[in-house]
């Protein structure tokens, strides 16, 4: 099964700067995405790998690791307001013409939670494969807070009650039903996805792969701080492809 991996990276990131390719433990933020994208095409074969970008920087990064970058992110789909399901499903198009085949499987892997392995991939693969009827995967970790039992929102009243209201009564977190954080470290779409014109990660046939370790992304500058002294350290619990 003809698979396109993606690594969606626009340039003009506010909330920290110059995001994609600042150094986490040393090394551009991009390059950890692009060592499993190459790592899980040498493990699968029949694999191509796009960069979307607009930054000729963030380009320049990838072409230092080796990959071949002849597209080029409209601006329209630089923005932020654009959303990413849009930005896939156009480096889609363009590769599926200049590579002359149509692909099974895109395999989109977000930059900034990069703590994956190839094995992930792998495994996370045949999960999607194994269902036909599945539009797509997207990896998870487990939940902090659970909406059942210990999240709550504001009512038409004023007053707050629980995010999610059980079946049953829910008296501890363990009895409570099992939910997940999204943790956005990647994402696999069957071409169907985009045939249906979905602008959504999420649909009535998303399946789940559950990250065996841990797993989070990099929203606030102090991030990075945590991130790269895990990886310093040695205080990650997996080998970080």
């Known amino acids: 099964m003809k698979t396109l ?4 990276a626009r340039g003009g990131s506010k909330g920290i700067p110059g995001k994609n390719i600042k150094p986490l433990a040393g090394i551009p933020l991009i390059v950890y995405s692009i060592r499993a ?19 000729e920087e963030i380009i320049a990064s990838a072409r ?37 085949t149509t692909y099974a499987y895109v395999l989109d892997l977000d930059v900034t939670s990069p703590l994956r392995t190839v094995d992930d991939l792998f495994a996370a693969y045949h999960i999607i494969d194994s269902d036909a009827d599945a539009y797509n995967l997207f ?23 629980l995010v999610k209201q059980p079946l049953s009564d829910v008296l501890s977190r363990q009895s409570a039903p099992k939910v997940f954080d999204m943790n956005g470290s990647f994402y696999f779409y069957r071409r169907s996805f985009f045939e249906k014109g979905f602008r959504s990660a999420t649909t009535e046939k998303s399946l789940v792969y559950e990250m065996p370790h841990m797993c989070f992304d990099l929203d606030h500058a102090i ?16 080998i970080l492809s």
């Open 5 to 8: 991996v993606t690594i969606c």
């Open 37 to 55: 994208a190459v790592g899980y095409q040498k493990r699968m074969g029949e694999v191509d790998i796009a960069i979307s970008s607009d930054s």
């Open 64 to 100: 230092g690791c080796g990959l071949d970058v002849p597209y080029r992110r409209p601006p329209g789909l630089a923005t932020d307001e654009a959303g990413k399901v849009g930005a896939i499903a156009d480096v889609l198009r363009y590769y599926e013409e200049l590579m002359q």
């Open 139 to 161: 990896s998870v970790s487990p939940c902090g807070r659970n909406p059942y039992f210990a999240m709550v929102e504001r009512g038409a009243q004023g007053y707050y009650h």
């Open 223 to 238: 991030d990075f701080e945590f991130m790269s002294f895990l990886i310093e350290k040695n205080k990650l619990d997996f």
